[in-house]
């Protein structure tokens, strides 16, 4: 699937995007992956699928078709 970085997650991975496989394309397989890659914190990132945000505790399946973007936490206020 196609996975792209932005704010400062795109500068810890020191890219934009890159192209992943992971044995079970799942929201919780995608975390763990981002975790152990790049040392994020699960406070640290917003998930988007196909351009809508997801919970990071949903049970979603992703396809390899998928547009998926990690996001910087958003402040709020």
Do not use: C, P, R, W
């Not at 919780?28 to 988007?48: G, H, N, R, W």
Request: glycine residues 4%; charged residues 25%.
């Amino acid at each position: 699937m196609n996975v792209i970085y932005f704010g400062k997650i795109a500068d810890v991975a020191n890219k934009s995007s890159e192209n992943i496989s992971l044995k079970e394309n799942s929201i919780a397989s995608l975390i763990d992956f981002l975790q152990e890659k790049y040392q994020l914190a699960l406070d640290d990132m917003q998930i988007a699928v196909n351009h809508n945000l997801v919970s990071k505790s949903d049970e979603l399946m992703l396809k390899e078709t998928d547009e998926v973007a990690i996001l910087s936490a958003f402040a709020g206020g």
